[in-house]
């Protein structure tokens, strides 16, 4: 078991890719034109919120490298969370809950709304984050207890950017 120091927190941000087009190769998908806009809306949230040293994990398919790419950031690609992954999967690859600073995930259906209810409720459930939504978690440890905090929920459909 990770030993875990009072008041030290570990960002985690989940972000679905934004909506793309259908197609027989999963892989190959593109971002439509309104998926475009998701994720230039939300990589301006993230921008003007994004936690210091902030490590950004890309699947490798097409939607997931355009998302990340509206940041206007270096980010990583990484197979283990392709559209297949699940939670441990997805914890690996950004070492969650002992490594340092923030990491931002941008990955898929099932496996990031898995991961929110493992995190959150204890086990894996399926949740369904939307669409070029972000999910925002947080762990700490409060009275020698770790704790996942959920900061902050944000749908592309609500910001400004998106009108």
């Given amino acids: 078991m990770p030993a875990f120091v009072e008041g030290t927190t570990m960002d985690l941000l989940l972000w679905r890719h934004a909506e793309a087009e259908d197609g027989d190769d999963d892989a190959a998908r593109a971002l439509t034109a309104r998926g475009e806009k998701q ?7 993230i921008r003007q919120h994004q936690p210091r040293h902030l490590r950004i994990v890309v699947s490798p398919t097409v939607r997931t490298r355009q998302t990340a790419e509206a940041l206007e950031l ?8 392709g559209p297949e992954a699940g939670a441990p999967e997805l914890l690996a ?6 490594a340092r ?7 898929h259906q099932p496996g990031l709304g898995q991961l ?9 459930s399926e949740w ?3 669409k070029g939504a972000l999910w925002w978690l947080s762990r700490r440890v409060r009275e020698g207890e770790p704790q ?4 902050a929920v ?10």
Avoid: C, N
């Fill in 39 to 45: 994720a230039k809306a939300m990589a301006r949230w």
């Fill in 74 to 81: 270096p980010f990583d690609l990484e197979r283990r969370i």
């Fill in 93 to 98: 690859a950004v070492g969650w809950p002992t």
């Fill in 101 to 107: 600073g923030a990491a931002l995930l941008v990955g």
């Fill in 116 to 124: 929110a209810s493992l995190l959150l409720a204890g086990q894996e």
């Fill in 128 to 130: 369904t984050i939307k």
């Fill in 148 to 151: 996942t905090v959920l900061r």
């Fill in 154 to 163: 944000v749908s592309p459909d609500f910001l400004p950017w998106m009108k």
